[in-house]
């Protein structure tokens, strides 16, 4: 991929709720774009309200045939698939996503990525042990501890998992009302945090978090975008979004040919972010 081109993710979800397609291209702005394929009933909910998040059914709504179902809807037209929900992820666990992530690059002969398995890699990225998990009130608390589950079965210590005690609709919260509620009820004994749920649409709390509180902070569209460039090799640069893109190298994945053409030539995207930065 030049670095003028135009990255296109195909989205796979099983949730109404717009994520993915408003975060991606607000963190890439004119560098990524999204398609959208909604599985099972999806489509047919209302798009701003998520609801009550029932682990029942997931596996099901988000099985491998569904998926291959979906998929053509996005092809030949994407660059890379990303199967964006979170609680998908911990309902199936994590070796059966990894195994419906394998099947489906296999079965279309593409990248795909998966924000749980995203979040695994990029929290063994930078060496983390023990993690603070932030889920939206829509998860529950049956959600919330297989979230636990998830990242304990790949050996983290999660030191805390909560549901946020705000609104329960994904169009009542914005960034900054997650920021103070995660600075407000951070472990202290935390690494990092992820906020999970890729329609809690967090992504821009991220920058303010971190400097506030000196922890590496991953959101669920955050770390699916970087999974995705990294899996791809786009050399996108991404700023203004967390330290997860501030240590990423776009050219690494280049050919030793053209590693010296792509630092020089790779697309910075600066994104002000919309909090002042603090101190932690």
Same mark, same amino acid.
């Given at each position: ?56 059914? #997931?596996?099901? +709504? ?10 053509? @809807?996005? =092809?030949? *037209? %994407?660059?890379? /698939? ?17 195994? #419906?992530?394998? +099947? ?10 998966? @924000?749980? =398995?995203? *979040? %695994?890699?990029? /929290? ?36 805390? *998992? ?40 967090? *992504? ?77």
């Amino acid at each position: 991929m030049d670095s003028g081109e135009l990255l296109t993710v195909g989205v796979l979800t099983p949730h109404a709720a717009p994520g993915p397609e408003v975060e991606m291209p607000d963190m890439a702005p004119g560098r990524v774009r999204v398609e959208v394929a909604r599985i099972g009933n999806a489509a047919s909910r209302p798009s701003g309200n998520a609801g009550s998040t029932s682990a029942d059914g #997931l596996p099901t +709504r988000s099985g491998a045939a569904v998926l291959d179902e979906a998929a053509p @809807a996005l =092809l030949p *037209a %994407v660059d890379v /698939l990303a199967f964006a929900s979170t609680s998908s992820g911990y309902a199936l666990g994590h070796d059966e996503e990894l195994a #419906l992530v394998k +099947r489906l690059r296999e079965r279309w002969e593409m990248p795909v990525c998966a @924000a749980c =398995l995203s *979040a %695994v890699s990029a /929290l063994r990225s930078r060496h983390v042990k023990r993690i603070s998990l932030v889920h939206p009130p829509w998860f529950g608390p049956s959600l919330n501890e297989l979230g636990a589950e998830y990242f304990r079965s790949q050996g983290f210590e999660v030191v805390d *998992a909560r549901l946020a005690d705000l609104p329960d609709h994904p169009s009542q919260i914005e960034p900054a009302m997650v920021a103070e509620w995660v600075a407000q009820h951070l472990c202290h004994r935390a690494e990092a945090v992820f906020i999970g749920g890729n329609g809690f649409r967090a *992504a821009r709390a991220v920058h303010h978090l971190e400097s506030r509180t000196g922890r590496l902070v991953l959101e669920a569209n955050q770390v699916l975008l970087w999974s995705v460039l990294e899996s791809t090799g786009a050399p996108i640069a991404v700023r203004g979004f967390g330290m997860l893109f501030d240590d990423r190298r776009p050219d690494r994945n280049k050919d030793k040919g053209e590693t010296g053409h792509a630092r020089r030539h790779s697309v910075h995207v600066d994104v002000a972010g919309r909090f002042r930065r603090q101190r932690p």
